[in-house]
């Protein structure tokens, strides 16, 4: 059963709260559509490993941040290969 975006997020102001559902509606939407298969794959995985499908977001939802801020940081387009790494990399996260 999907949780709805601010089920998910708890963030502390209402432009974080604002910013993280629409974070988790990406990955959602990326979820449905299968595109790319890795966050499905990797949704699947990590609640094998027994986190909560709300955790398991909340893993992606990092990875997507991180992606974000340096397409942001850096001026670049997105990147599917180091998204992918990031999200075969999870529960280690790519800050850490």
């Known amino acids: 059963m999907k949780n ?3 089920q998910i997020v708890n ?3 209402e432009s974080g709260q604002l910013a993280g559902e629409a974070i988790v509606e990406v990955i959602e939407n990326q979820i449905n559509e299968n595109n790319p298969a890795e966050t499905r794959e990797t949704l699947e995985r990590l609640m094998k490993l027994g986190e909560s499908r ?3 977001i909340r893993y992606i939802a990092s ?3 991180v992606e974000i801020f340096d397409m942001l940081k850096n ?3 997105f990147n599917l290969e180091r998204y992918v790494n990031n999200l075969k990399a999870l529960p280690k ?3 850490d």
Do not use: F, I, Q
Request: proline share 11%; no cysteine; charged share 35%.
């Open 75 to 77: 001026k670049e387009t």
């Open 4 to 6: 709805k975006p601010e």
């Open 11 to 13: 963030a502390r102001t």
């Open 54 to 56: 709300e955790n398991a």
């Open 93 to 95: 996260l790519p800050y």
């Open 63 to 65: 990875v997507l941040s």
